[in-house]
């Protein structure tokens, strides 16, 4: 459905994205993140014909984002991070004024944007002035407007930045709702969202894409994997001796200065190789040893621990380019 190739914007001699390249299908969410100014908004703006690509490709829906914008803008809907509203339209006028500009047939505008009123939950605040609505539903307004010509793509930039924790879940069920009939590239900060609602994540960093994958592939590769974490009582380096020779354990250390620990336990932390568990070893080597064992715990990377990997390893090498990328 969205197809991009060795995608690339320069202003001046300051690349903002670089030889980007990936594919979104049909029906999916692709999680798209990185650092401010890593290139995410230039990429988004595009794709949705805001911007002109100095070289590369893009296609939505078989369309030339360059050759084609016309045809493109009619396949898409986007939802730029301040959402284009007017505050003094109710919302139900809004939606009809911009199925007007988005070429609806005078006749088809009625059952078009009441089905956006449906789908965003915002049937009490049809006739509500948008200047009245709070910033959840001004978001979902937004969202609205995007979909209203229910287009087969949607661009989504920081949809939930600045909602409390109750908007960004309904906003996220809307977007989850989308999925499956719809293709959709949702930008965002916050880094749980994305394990819950996309199906796969795109990582661009520095103008360039570091990884696509999906959440889980990620974790699993990207961030060393799993582990475990022991709260011991007796001698740690004893311990740490004897579990640094098991079978699928790469790394274990004890951590220093843990807060809450009682003064007589140790923390102990493994790092067990990819694909493998050697948790029943592990418990069975502390035990018999003689040393007491309180409590053992999984430890599992997260996108968080991914995205810092990803995102950190070039810091400092180089500088960065003069103004934003986003």
Known sequence: MIEVEHLSKIYASTPAIQDVTFNVEAGEILGFLGP????????????????????????????????NSM?????????????????????????????????????????????????????????????????????????AQAIVHDPPAIILDEPTVGLDPRQIIDVRNLIKSLAGDRTIILSTHILPEVSMTCSRVAIINRGSIVAINTPENLMAQLAGGGGYELEINGNPIELQKLLQLLPGVSLVEIADNVEGLPPDRFLIRIVSEAGLEPGRDIAAVTVGAGIGLHEMRRTRATLEDVFLELTTREMGSGEEGVGSRE
């Open 36 to 67: 401010n100014g890593a290139g995410k908004t230039t990429t988004m703006r595009i794709l949705a014909g805001y911007l002109p690509a100095s070289s590369g490709t893009a296609r939505i829906a078989g369309y030339d984002v360059h050759e």
């Open 71 to 143: 045809a493109v803008r009619g396949k898409i809907g986007y939802l730029p991070e301040t959402p284009p509203l007017y505050p003094e339209m109710t919302v139900e006028g809004f939606l009809h004024f911009v199925a007007g500009i988005k070429g609806i047939a005078a006749g088809d505008r009625n059952s078009k944007v009441n089905s956006a009123i449906a789908r965003c939950n915002l049937e009490e605040k049809r006739k509500i002035l948008i200047r009245k609505l709070s910033k959840g539903f001004r978001q979902r307004v937004g969202i």
